[in-house]
């Protein structure tokens, strides 16, 4: 087991085997990680200091890559920081609706812990039931 420090953000847990990593569902653990741990570029809207963050393949390709969960980090514990959380996770994770890997995908925010913000992801696959997602997600930060 290998603990990834993700800056701003917190920690993760990940599986290697002979450096690579270990996923048990064809890819989907890369691709949630991807989306919710990579920092999406913020909207010109939104209030930032310094640097509005995201890959700038972003502008090429039309897309957009990552969460703005990164904007979190120093806001108050409170519902609004849930509700934002819990919005930025749905945006991030909505290609996989969009693409056809899933057929819907539910996010619920909750504070864990003073200081630690956990989402539950549940996906359902366009051929399945819903179930909860394998992973409870806990980012360690100032925010809810």
Do not use: C, H
Request: glycine content about 8%; overall charge negative; aromatic content about 6%.
């Amino acid at each position: 087991m290998l603990r990834l420090e993700i800056p701003a953000i917190g920690d993760a847990d990940l599986v290697r085997e002979g450096g690579n990593l270990l996923y048990d569902d064809d890819g989907l653990d890369a691709a949630v990680m991807i989306s919710l741990f990579t920092d999406r570029r913020a909207d010109p809207d939104d209030k930032v200091e310094g640097s509005r963050r995201g890959w700038w393949g972003d502008s090429i390709f039309g897309d957009q890559i990552g969460s703005r969960l990164w904007m979190l980090r120093r806001e108050n514990e409170l519902q609004t920081t849930l509700d934002k959380a819990r919005q930025y996770a749905l945006e991030a994770l909505q290609w996989l609706v969009d693409d056809g890997v899933a057929k819907s995908v539910a996010v619920i925010a909750s504070r864990v812990a003073s200081g630690v913000l956990g989402l539950s992801v549940s996906i359902q696959r366009p051929d399945a039931a819903a179930a909860p997602y394998a992973r409870l997600w806990e980012a360690r930060s100032n925010a809810v």
